[in-house]
């Protein structure tokens, strides 16, 4: 699954940006999308998730200053980040989250390529 990730740049602080990513159709409809950011080499932490019923899910940190919606016509996700901050700075990586198959036996999910974002202060 090819999921297309754009929008990372540099901003100073109390800049915006907004985070994009593009998912194949028939993931889209039916996965929790969500956006991750790269904390240590073997962990990414949520920043925030929305639903296929769009309820959405942030994290603290972002609660306030983000806003994740999706266009189910261009099965595309956003990321609005407002009054950036030098510790948003970090790569973002597009994940579409559908949950543990029966049919598999596995976890099902994918993530796009990450997308830099720095904030300077």
């Known amino acids: 699954v090819q999921l297309q990730a754009s929008g990372g740049g540099l901003v100073e602080a109390g800049g915006s940006l907004r985070l994009s990513c593009r998912a194949p159709?028939?993931?889209?409809?039916?996965?929790?999308m969500g956006w991750y950011r790269q904390i240590s080499e073997n962990e990414r932490e949520m920043v925030a998730t929305?639903?296929?019923?769009?309820?959405?899910d942030y994290a603290d940190f972002v609660k306030g200053r983000f806003t994740i919606s999706r266009d189910e016509a261009k099965h595309t996700v956003y990321l609005a980040m407002n009054n950036l901050q030098p510790e948003d700075t970090g790569v973002y990586y597009c994940?579409?989250?559908?949950?543990?198959?029966?049919?598999?036996?596995?976890?099902?999910?994918?993530w796009g390529p990450g997308t830099l974002v720095t904030v300077s202060s």
């Open positions: 159709e028939n993931i889209f409809r039916v996965r929790i």
């Open positions: 929305i639903g296929t019923n769009d309820i959405v």
């Open positions: 994940n579409a989250d559908g949950g543990f198959s029966s049919r598999t036996d596995s976890y099902v999910e994918d």
